[in-house]
Protein backbone atom coordinates (compact mmCIF):
# COMPACT_ATOMS: atom_id res chain seq x y z
CA UNK A 1 0.00 0.00 0.00
CA UNK A 2 1.63 3.58 -1.35
CA UNK A 3 0.65 6.47 0.27
CA UNK A 4 2.59 9.81 -1.04
CA UNK A 5 5.07 7.04 -2.57
CA UNK A 6 6.01 5.43 1.00
CA UNK A 7 5.30 1.56 1.36
CA UNK A 8 3.61 1.18 4.55
CA UNK A 9 4.39 -2.42 4.20
CA UNK A 10 7.68 -2.32 3.88
CA UNK A 11 9.02 -3.42 7.77
CA UNK A 12 11.81 -0.67 7.22
CA UNK A 13 9.11 1.80 6.94
CA UNK A 14 6.67 1.15 8.92
CA UNK A 15 7.39 -0.98 12.35
CA UNK A 16 3.89 -2.04 12.63
CA UNK A 17 4.04 -4.38 9.57
CA UNK A 18 7.09 -6.48 11.79
CA UNK A 19 3.97 -7.57 13.44
CA UNK A 20 2.55 -10.74 11.70
CA UNK A 21 1.53 -13.03 14.17
CA UNK A 22 0.79 -13.72 18.33
CA UNK A 23 4.44 -14.84 18.55
CA UNK A 24 6.08 -11.77 17.23
CA UNK A 25 4.01 -9.68 19.46
CA UNK A 26 4.79 -11.92 22.48
CA UNK A 27 8.50 -11.16 20.95
CA UNK A 28 8.40 -8.01 21.97
CA UNK A 29 6.12 -7.52 24.94
CA UNK A 30 7.91 -10.67 27.05
CA UNK A 31 11.19 -8.37 27.51
CA UNK A 32 8.93 -5.06 28.65
CA UNK A 33 7.32 -7.27 30.90
CA UNK A 34 10.67 -8.79 32.26
CA UNK A 35 12.09 -5.35 32.84
CA UNK A 36 9.01 -4.34 34.58
CA UNK A 37 8.61 -7.24 36.69
CA UNK A 38 12.35 -6.13 37.93
CA UNK A 39 11.87 -2.82 38.07
CA UNK A 40 8.58 -3.46 40.23
CA UNK A 41 10.67 -5.86 42.64
CA UNK A 42 12.98 -3.05 43.39
CA UNK A 43 10.18 -0.50 44.53
CA UNK A 44 9.05 -3.24 46.62
CA UNK A 45 12.42 -4.04 47.85
CA UNK A 46 13.47 -0.62 49.00
CA UNK A 47 9.80 0.22 49.94
CA UNK A 48 10.02 -2.89 52.71
CA UNK A 49 13.62 -1.73 53.80
CA UNK A 50 12.14 1.50 54.44
CA UNK A 51 8.96 0.03 56.31
CA UNK A 52 11.60 -1.81 58.44
CA UNK A 53 13.49 0.41 59.28
CA UNK A 54 10.99 3.04 60.51
CA UNK A 55 8.66 0.98 62.54
CA UNK A 56 10.78 1.37 65.19
CA UNK A 57 9.81 -1.07 67.95
CA UNK A 58 6.11 -1.55 66.53
CA UNK A 59 6.12 -5.18 65.81
CA UNK A 60 3.14 -4.57 63.54
CA UNK A 61 4.70 -2.65 61.48
CA UNK A 62 8.39 -5.19 61.45
CA UNK A 63 5.93 -8.13 60.52
CA UNK A 64 4.13 -5.89 57.23
CA UNK A 65 7.94 -5.34 56.20
CA UNK A 66 9.28 -8.11 56.30
CA UNK A 67 6.28 -9.67 54.33
CA UNK A 68 6.44 -7.31 51.65
CA UNK A 69 10.05 -7.61 51.31
CA UNK A 70 9.66 -11.80 51.01
CA UNK A 71 6.66 -10.83 48.82
CA UNK A 72 9.16 -8.94 46.87
CA UNK A 73 11.61 -11.93 46.45
CA UNK A 74 9.02 -14.43 45.86
CA UNK A 75 7.70 -12.32 42.95
CA UNK A 76 11.40 -12.08 41.25
CA UNK A 77 11.96 -15.80 41.59
CA UNK A 78 8.28 -17.04 39.54
CA UNK A 79 9.50 -14.46 37.32
CA UNK A 80 13.08 -16.18 37.22
CA UNK A 81 11.64 -19.58 37.12
CA UNK A 82 8.94 -18.75 34.56
CA UNK A 83 11.85 -17.65 32.24
CA UNK A 84 14.03 -20.85 32.94
CA UNK A 85 11.21 -22.77 31.87
CA UNK A 86 10.49 -21.14 28.82
CA UNK A 87 14.61 -21.56 28.27
CA UNK A 88 14.05 -25.20 28.79
CA UNK A 89 11.26 -25.92 26.69
CA UNK A 90 12.72 -24.30 24.13
CA UNK A 91 16.29 -26.38 24.51
CA UNK A 92 13.91 -29.63 24.56
CA UNK A 93 11.75 -28.77 21.42
CA UNK A 94 14.58 -27.17 19.48
CA UNK A 95 12.51 -23.87 18.92
CA UNK A 96 14.09 -20.59 18.88
CA UNK A 97 13.03 -18.06 21.26
CA UNK A 98 14.63 -14.24 21.46
CA UNK A 99 14.94 -14.52 25.41
Not at 1 to 21: E, L, R, T
Not at 32 to 42: D, N, R, Y
Not at 44 to 49: N, P
Not at 58 to 85: D, R
Request: charged share 10%; net charge neutral; proline share 4%.
Amino acid sequence: MDVYGVNFADPNNNPVAKISSLGSILNILIPFMTVGAGLIFLMMLITGAFMYVTSGDNAEGVKKAQATMFSAVMGLVIVISAYLVAKLISWFFKIELPI
